[in-house]
C-alpha cells in the first residue's frame, strides 16, 4: 500500500480510537473532570502517568536533541529521568495523603493563604503555557509532515483533536485515552529502534546495539565509528561534550530534575487513585514504562546521526569527498523539504549535497580542499526521530506507525496541560477564590471555557516557539524548578515554613527566571525583544536560559527562609498537618 495511504488509515484510526474512548468515558461531575474519580488502578496510572511525561519532547525532540549535541544532549536525559524518581520518592504519596484536587489546593491550605493560592495558579499557567508551546511545536511538526499541510494548518488539525476529547471526557477520559496513546507511541518508537539496531550492528536490542561492534565487516564500534565521521566533518566527537560547559550540564541537569518534580500536571496524577499507597505503586510502574523509551533514546539519536551522515556522505570515508547528489535525493529528503524543516542550498553550485561544520575555523582549509563552500543541509533537530525510520530504508507501516507514535506523544502530554490549566483556573481561582458558591455545572463550563482559551494562545505561540520542542520544554521545567517545586518541598518537610517566606520564595524565584528567560529569548517569546544575543558569550556569568531555573530555585529557598525568619511562626495546627501528612499511609 501506498506510504501516505497508510498513514492516513493509522493516524485516522488512531484518534478514532481517542475520540471513542472520551465519548464513552465522559466526565459527569467535577471529581471524574478534574481526578477521574480517583478511582484509577496503579497500573493504568503509571501508564497513563508515562505517557502524560513522555511528551513530545521526549518522544519527537529528545534524541534529536542527542543525535547534533551527541554527549551534551544527556543532560535532558539525565535530568528528566532523575527528575521523576525525586517526584516519585519526595512527592507523590505526601501530596496524595493530603488529598487535594490540585498543586494549588495544597499550597492554599498547607500556608493557609488565599494569596499563596493566588501565586501558586500564576506560577502554574506560567508553567503550563510554557510547556504547552513545546507540545504544540511537535504537534505542528508531526501534523504538517504526515498530513501533508504547512505547518500552520497542521497545528490548526493538531489542536481541534486534541481539544475535543480533552474537553469531553476530562481526567476520566484522558487517562484513559493516555493509556492507548502510551501502547501506540512506545511500539512506535522501540519498533523502528530495533530495525536499525540489527541493521546497523545485528543486535535485537538497540541499547546493547549502541555499544556494540558495526556489522559492516569495519570491526569498529558504533560510537567509534560515529566519532570518527563527526569529527571528519569538522563536528566534535560525539562521545564529548562540547556543547555545554561542566557547569552549565549540572545546572542544566539540576533545573530539570527539580522541575520535574515540580509539574502541575504530572503531580495531578497522583490524585486520581484510590489511597495514599496506589501513589506509591503507580509512581514505580510509571518508572518501569518510561525507562523503556528513556534506556532507547542515546541509541536512536546516535544511530540517527550515523545514518544521515552515511546518506549524504556516499564514500567509504569522508576525505573520499563523495557527497550525494541532489537530484538523487531519497524520497524522505523530499518529504521533509516541503515542511520547511529540512533546507538544501546549493553554495557551491556542484549539485551536491554538503553536510558539515561550517562554523569550525580549523576545518575550512579542509573543506576548502574538497571545494565546499558551507554547509549546504538544514536540518531540523525536532524531526530526527520521525524521520528515521525513512532514513533507515524500513518498511512503510514502520513508517505509519511512528506518524501515530509521534503525534500520540505530543496529543497526551498536551492534553494533561489542558487540563492543568482549566482546573487551575476554574477550580482554583474560580471556585476558590472568587464565586465559592458556583455550581458544579458552572465550574465545569468555566474549566472548559479556559481550555479553549489556552489551547488558541498555546497554538500561536507553538507557531513561533523559542527553541526546539524539548529545549522549549526545557524552560518550563526551569520555571517550575523555581517556583513549585521549593513551596512543595518546604511544605512538607519544614513545618516551620509559614505563608510569608513561601509567597515571598515563590515569587523571587519565578520573577527572576522570567525576567532572565526573557531577556535572552525575548518577552512572551515575542521575536525580535531579546535583549542580549542568547550564546554563551551572551548568557550572564555563562549560565543557560535552560539552567537557570537552578539558580531561581536557590534564590526561592534563600529569600523564603529568610522573610519566614523575620514573620510570625506557623501556626500549631498547620505544623501538626505537616507531620500527619510525613506520615503517607
Not at 93 to 117: C, E, H, N
Not at 375 to 391: F, G, K, R, S
Request: charged fraction near 10%; hydrophobic fraction near 50%; include cysteine.
Amino acid at each position: 500500500m501506498e506510504l501516505q495511504t497508510l498513514i492516513w488509515l493509522v493516524v485516522g484510526a488512531s484518534f478514532a480510537l481517542y475520540l471513542g474512548i472520551a465519548i464513552w468515558s465522559r466526565a459527569g461531575s467535577t471529581s471524574e473532570f478534574y481526578v477521574a474519580g480517583k478511582g484509577i488502578h496503579p497500573v493504568a496510572n503509571g501508564m497513563a502517568t508515562a505517557a502524560d511525561w513522555m511528551s513530545a519532547a521526549s518522544f519527537i525532540s529528545m534524541a534529536g536533541l542527542i543525535a547534533f549535541m551527541g554527549y551534551g544532549g544527556s543532560a535532558y536525559l539525565m535530568g528528566w529521568t532523575g527528575g521523576y524518581v525525586l517526584l516519585a520518592l519526595l512527592l507523590a504519596p505526601y501530596l496524595r495523603k493530603f488529598g487535594k484536587f490540585t498543586v494549588p489546593d495544597f499550597i492554599g491550605d498547607r500556608f493557609y493563604s488565599q494569596t499563596a493560592r493566588v501565586v501558586a495558579v500564576v506560577s502554574l499557567l506560567v508553567i503550563s503555557l510554557t510547556y504547552i508551546v513545546g507540545q504544540m511545536t511537535g504537534v505542528a511538526v508531526a501534523f504538517s509532515r504526515f498530513l501533508e499541510l504547512d505547518l500552520f494548518w497542521g497545528m490548526v488539525v493538531g489542536m481541534a483533536v486534541v481539544f475535543s476529547y480533552t474537553v469531553l471526557g476530562g481526567m476520566k477520559g484522558i487517562t484513559y485515552t493516555q493509556i492507548a496513546q502510551y501502547v501506540v507511541l512506545i511500539f512506535a518508537y522501540t519498533v523502528p529502534a530495533i530495525f536499525i539496531s540489527l541493521q546497523l550492528t545485528g543486535w535485537f536490542l538497540p541499547q546493547i546495539g549502541l555499544g556494540a561492534t558495526l556489522s559492516d565487516g569495519s570491526g569498529m564500534y558504533m560510537l567509534q565509528k560515529l566519532d570518527q565521521v563527526v569529527t571528519e566533518l569538522g563536528f566534535a566527537e560525539y562521545t564529548t561534550n562540547a556543547s555545554f560547559g561542566t557547569m552549565n550540564i549540572f545546572l542544566l541537569t539540576m533545573a530539570l530534575m527539580i522541575g520535574t518534580a515540580g509539574l502541575p500536571h504530572v503531580i495531578v496524577r497522583f490524585f486520581t487513585v484510590p489511597k495514599v499507597r496506589d501513589a506509591r505503586k503507580s509512581a514505580g510502574w510509571a518508572l518501569v514504562f518510561i525507562a523503556i523509551l528513556y534506556t532507547t533514546a542515546p541509541a536512536v539519536g546516535a544511530m540517527a546521526m550515523y545514518n544521515l551522515v552515511k546518506t549524504v556522505h556516499t564514500g567509504d570515508q569522508i576525505s573520499d569527498n563523495q557527497t550525494l547528489a541532489y537530484e538523487d535525493r531519497p524520497q524522505w529528503v523530499k518529504n521533509w523539504e516541503n515542511t520547511g524543516l529540512l533546507k538544501f542550498t546549493d553554495k557551491n553550485g556542484d549539485g551536491n549535497i554538503q553536510f558539515y561544520n561550517d562554523k569550525n575555523a580549523s576545518f575550512l582549509p579542509t573543506a576548502e580542499g574538497y571545494g565546499w563552500a558551507g554547509n549546504e543541509l538544514t536540518v531540523n533537530n525536532d524531526i530526527m526521530v520521525l524521520a528515521n525510520p525513512e532514513i533507515a530504508n524500513l518498511p512503510n507501516w514502520v513508517i505509519a506507525l511512528v506518524a501515530a507514535g509521534g503525534i500520540a506523544a505530543a496529543l497526551s502530554t498536551a492534553a494533561g496541560l489542558l487540563l492543568v490549566i482549566s482546573s487551575s483556573i476554574s477550580h482554583d481561582l474560580l471556585k476558590g477564590i472568587i464565586a465559592k458558591n458556583i455550581s458544579d455545572k458552572n465550574e465545569l463550563l468555566a474549566g472548559r471555557i479556559a481550555m479553549t482559551c489556552a489551547i488558541l494562545l498555546a497554538g500561536y505561540l507553538g507557531l513561533n516557539p523559542p527553541g526546539f520542542a524539548a529545549q522549549t520544554v526545557a524552560l518550563a521545567f526551569g520555571l517550575a524548578a523555581s517556583s513549585l517545586f521549593p513551596a512543595l518541598m518546604m511544605g512538607i518537610f519544614y513545618k516551620k515554613m509559614n505563608r510569608q517566606g513561601a509567597i515571598a520564595g515563590m515569587l523571587a524565584g519565578l520573577l527572576t527566571t522570567v525576567l532572565y528567560i526573557f531577556i535572552y529569548k525575548g518577552f512572551f517569546f515575542i521575536p525580535g525583544t531579546a535583549l542580549l544575543p542568547d550564546t554563551v558569550e551572551g548568557w550572564l556569568f555563562g549560565i543557560s536560559p535552560q539552567g537557570f531555573g537552578t539558580i531561581g530555585a536557590i534564590i526561592n529557598v534563600s529569600v523564603a527562609l529568610i522573610v519566614a525568619k523575620m514573620t510570625p511562626e506557623t501556626p500549631k495546627e498547620i505544623q501538626e498537618l505537616v507531620e500527619s501528612v510525613r506520615v503517607p499511609r
